[in-house]
């Protein structure tokens, strides 16, 4: 026996339970789990989302480079493209973080070492949001990393590029969680992510200007909240955009508002999490 | 000492199942607790409310002191569960599952803890093995140390032998013997009533949802005297038939109050022309203490 189980047999049950509780939230740990979690999987996690975006680069920039004027041709198509690219990767990866994590949990049963613990809400919320953002962000970099080799871009108001990046992860980790607490098999969320948040982020700029599309068309953009984050971080590379930065920052900011307070009273009430 | 676990009222409906009606029940700090009952009798369900994990319609549930739902904090650290489904995360070790846990309930730098868990599991040697090449045994053994890992006072075991091959049992129930003796408080549900019968000094039995029995082990045991006859035969006199305990094909399981009993049944069955093949007597014990209960509340 060691000294501790020497000390745990000496000391009276209540005290010692007591004595061993510590005064910090165990919500540092789930993230580490979370990041864990992708990064032993990196391959799939990372590497593959960034050779996705790196092929629609390759295709896209070399059928309509030559074709497509964007921003009355202030900068070329590839250029572009880029930021739209890595944002839309942003914004998928950060969703399917929090979604795939938690579905997986609660299909294979492991959640429950997430429930008993004492973990607040927020330690959930903050712990699965913040994993998201960083899967999302992490990718983000890799693709716009290897995308420089085609057109070397940088931000010019870099401020403006970080805000979007990190508020567009956030909703997109917020709504994750939400799918994954909803769905309660891997095809309600493969619905989720393919008949919302694919078609969303692909008809949100990412590939053009809306000033392009016909007048009913751009009218609906303005519907799409994921405009608005591929808008805005666009601007953060090359200050031009489609619409104020500033009309799309509130917009993402109120957004996140709304999703994050929906998500954290859903935790509280325990819905389809603890029965 | 003061209640461990402390459970006033508490029901739970699940649709059309009323799964818990109004249970009461009070363990002591320190007990080796028994809650035995057929398959949905509600015994998850009431460790599951205790634990947090489902809510309680009405009723509260305290953990040495600590509300369940109000004071959840405290009372989920004070609080140890093994539960009953075999469940892991494939990403880790078997180390990495135990820091993790750990790490859940705010505890770092417990590796001695850790190291000594994996001793007395039996699981050393695997504590790098990814937990998906581990044998179910193994993997049962794993969710014991999850339950551990913070030193809970309160521990509820439910089903936590399932699987595991009798010399690993044992060494599981000596381990789980110590923690008591040190302290523990631990709540155990269990389908092997042999296990529960020696190690439970008090025992609690739900049936449908209400606690029909609730004693020291020695008590329901001596309050349920008498002996039970295991009867192979081709069929049974019908004024017997009231007695059976359990019955699978020609075997029949009794319960007698006496021995003179014993010559009764005998000329029953020689006035029918009923031939025995087999008859063994028995004291009585938890399993007819259990089944005698559960007859009655029938």
Redesign the interface.
């Known amino acids: 026996m060691s000294n501790s189980s020497t000390q745990l047999s000496a000391e009276p049950s209540t005290k010692l339970g007591m004595e061993l509780i510590p005064h910090r939230s165990g919500w540092r740990t789930l993230l580490y789990k979370e990041l864990l979690r992708f990064w032993k999987v990196s391959f799939q996690t990372i590497l593959a989302p960034v050779l996705t975006s790196l092929l629609y680069l390759l295709i896209f920039s070399h059928v309509l480079e030559s074709r497509v004027s964007v921003f009355d041709g202030r900068i070329r198509y590839t250029a572009f493209l880029i930021p739209g690219l890595v944002m839309m990767s942003v914004l998928q990866n950060a969703f399917a973080n929090s979604s795939s994590s938690l579905i997986q949990s609660k299909i294979t049963g492991n959640l429950i070492f997430v429930l008993l613990p004492p973990l607040s809400p927020l330690d959930l919320f903050a712990a699965y949001v913040v994993g998201a953002m960083v899967r999302g962000i992490s990718v983000g970099l890799g693709v716009f990393l290897v995308t420089l080799w085609f057109a070397p871009i940088a931000p010019t108001h870099p401020l403006w590029a970080l805000a979007f990046a990190l508020l567009g992860s956030m909703i997109l980790g917020v709504l994750g969680l939400l799918a994954g607490i909803w769905a309660d098999k891997f095809d309600q969320l493969a619905a989720f992510q393919n008949f919302l948040i694919v078609p969303l982020t692909f008809l949100s700029g990412v590939f053009y200007s809306i000033h392009t599309l016909p007048p009913f068309w751009q009218t609906l953009s303005h519907f799409n909240p994921f405009f608005y984050m591929i808008d805005g971080f666009r601007y953060g590379f090359f200050g031009l955009s489609d619409v104020e930065p500033g009309l799309s920052l509130a917009v993402i900011a109120v957004s996140c508002c709304v999703l994050s307070a929906l998500t954290l009273w859903v935790l509280k009430r325990g819905y389809k999490l603890r029965h | 000492m ?1 209640a ?1 676990v402390e459970i006033v009222d508490v029901a739970r409906r ?1 649709g059309a199942v009323q799964a818990l009606s109004g249970v009461d029940l009070m363990v002591e ?2 007990e080796f607790f028994g809650l035995l009952g057929p398959n949905g009798a509600g015994k998850t369900t009431l460790i ?1 409310i205790v ?5 309680a319609d009405r009723g509260t549930a305290r953990v ?1 002191g600590h509300d369940v739902v109000t004071d ?8 140890g ?1 093994v ?1 009953q ?1 075999l ?6 070790t078997v180390r ?1 599952t135990l820091r ?9 730098n417990n590796d ?2 850790i ?2 868990i994996l001793h007395h599991l039996d699981l050393a040697s695997k504590a790098d093995a990814n937990m998906r090449a581990l044998s179910g045994g193994m993997k049962r053994r794993v969710l014991v140390g ?1 339950a551990l890992v ?5 521990i509820v075991l439910d089903e936590p032998t399932a699987g595991v091959d009798v010399e690993l049992r044992q060494s599981l129930w000596g381990f789980i013997r110590k923690l008591n ?5 631990i709540i155990l549900t269990t389908h092997y009533l042999e296990e529960a019968e020696a190690l439970c000094g008090r025992i609690a039995m739900l049936k449908a949802g209400k606690v029909v029995a609730l004693d020291t082990t020695q008590n329901l045991l001596s309050s349920f005297a008498g002996l039970t006859v295991r009867l192979t035969a081709a069929a049974l006199p019908d004024v017997w038939r009231e007695r059976v305990l359990r019955h699978e094909g020609a075997s029949y399981l009794l319960s007698l109050t006496s021995y003179a009993e014993l010559e009764s049944l005998l000329s029953a069955l020689r006035e029918h022309g009923v031939a025995i093949a087999e008859l063994a007597l028995q004291e009585a014990d938890l399993e007819q203490v259990f089944l005698r209960i559960m007859k009655r509340t029938g």
């Open positions: 003061g461990a699940f700090e320190g599951s634990a947090g994990l489902t809510r040495l959840y904090r405290r009372a989920r650290r004070l609080l569960v539960p489904e469940v892991f995360d494939p990403f880790f990495e993790i846990q750990a790490g859940y309930f705010g505890l770092s001695a803890w190291d000594e999850q913070h030193k809970p006072p309160v003796r040190d302290g523990h408080t």
